[in-house]
């Protein structure tokens, strides 16, 4: 699972920056009604908000200051490669955090003719590069799938402003990685395993360069809970989306999350890194290029959090602005953000309630406004605990303004 953003993609190994993503003139996106009701029976339940919800007058469009405003929930740039299909954020709510797979984002679509059978599927097993092959059938590892819960994927160039919509979570069946490998014991110098795709080869791509594997440290094959994945939100997979087999690599970005999985083998100290490694790195906050895939650093998906949504209320008499958002990464749950209105705003506590007891997916927050003049805020978030390792919120990532008319 490659990851460019489609407007603005990255130079191959160049870390993001604010200044690269957050250009051109403002235009806003669509955003989608919640019914009131539901944020009211959510803030009831959940005692995390006292006050009351009052008459939603309209949705105001998040947005962002690039040039291009991109159609959310279908196919764009062709086929393969070039493919690109962004989730609509905005419809996320309490009871409704699951992506439908219709609207799963896509990075990469499936190649064309790709026969994705699982009956006709055989992933090959080798001990090492030189060893015989074994193999095993999509369809046994079908047969022996079993839930592995809700997942969240980001892409490494989810940098799009006026959606960042290159992330979803999904209820993933699947086989641990662990259980297959223990059918193949590795060989005494092992230090990791490659998992390895298919890939469209058929015509040149735009922005990405052909070849699908990755390379993990055999530490994190445990540590993450790393499976191959059949099935999506209880269904097959689709074969845009991996089908029949696609690694599911918890905590990391989309880029080590592989498709089509057709190879699976121990890797030694000395293994090279993947072209699919070494495009990434400048996304996945690398340090340079490593040659070796031993040194690359695993591209964890740090705490982030964004808002999605703003709804104009009238409460009282008064009007009100509602803020919707998610915070999702890291390696434990946050349950304390700081939200900014504009460079010069101090910033105001939020309260991620109720506090999530995960990050392998995300959770909603909220957060009541009452600005004081009209006219165009940029919101942007942080964590409370300056502890915890934010690296695209510290580069100004997931900014989004809204324009208010009426204070």
Request: overall charge positive.
């Amino acid at each position: 699972m490659r990851s460019a953003a489609r407007h603005t993609p990255l130079p191959r190994g160049t870390a993001p920056s604010r200044r690269r993503f957050l250009t051109g003139a403002a235009r806003a996106a669509g955003a989608a009604l919640v019914p009131k009701e539901a944020w009211a029976a959510w803030l009831t339940q959940t005692e995390c908000d006292g006050g009351p919800v009052g008459e939603l007058v309209r949705t105001l469009p998040l947005y962002g200051p690039g040039a291009v405003e991109t159609p959310l929930g279908q196919m764009l740039g062709g086929s393969g490669l070039d493919a690109r299909l962004f989730t609509d954020l905005t419809t996320l709510a309490p009871g409704r955090l699951v992506t439908e797979a219709r609207d799963m984002f896509v990075r990469t679509a499936v190649p064309p003719g790709l026969d994705h059978d699982p009956a006709r599927w055989q992933i090959a097993l080798r001990r090492d590069a030189t060893t015989p092959v074994t193999s095993v059938s999509a369809a046994s590892l079908a047969g022996r799938a079993r839930p592995q819960g809700a997942h969240l994927i980001e892409c490494a160039g989810n940098s799009n402003p006026q959606n960042f919509g290159l992330m979803s979570a999904v209820e993933w069946d699947g086989v641990p990685l662990a259980d297959v490998l223990a059918g193949m014991p590795p060989p005494a110098a092992a230090t990791g395993v490659l998992v390895s795709g298919l890939d469209d080869t058929t015509r040149a791509s735009l922005r990405s360069q052909p070849g699908a594997s990755w390379v993990l440290p055999r530490a994190a094959i445990a540590s993450t809970g790393a499976f191959l994945a059949t099935r999506m939100n209880g269904a097959p997979m689709t074969p845009d989306h991996g089908a029949p087999i696609r690694l599911v690599v918890p905590g990391w970005y989309g880029c080590a999350w592989i498709k089509w999985v057709n190879e699976i083998r121990w890797a030694g100290a000395d293994e090279p890194a993947t072209s699919q490694m070494i495009e990434f790195a400048g996304r996945t906050h690398q340090d340079g290029r490593p040659a070796l895939a031993r040194d690359y650093e695993a591209p964890e998906i740090d705490t982030a959090a964004m808002p999605i949504r703003v709804e104009q209320r009238r409460i009282d008499g008064r009007t009100e602005y509602h803020i919707i958002g998610i915070v999702w990464g890291g390696t434990a749950p946050v349950d304390r953000l700081i939200i900014r209105f504009g460079s010069r705003d101090r910033g105001t506590p939020v309260r991620v309630c109720p506090a999530p007891s995960t990050t392998r997916t995300w959770a909603l927050w909220t957060h009541r406004w009452r600005p004081t003049d009209p006219g165009p805020y940029d919101i942007s978030l942080r964590t409370a605990d300056t502890n915890v390792r934010t690296r695209r919120l510290d580069l100004s990532f997931y900014i989004r303004r809204v324009r208010i008319d009426e204070v």
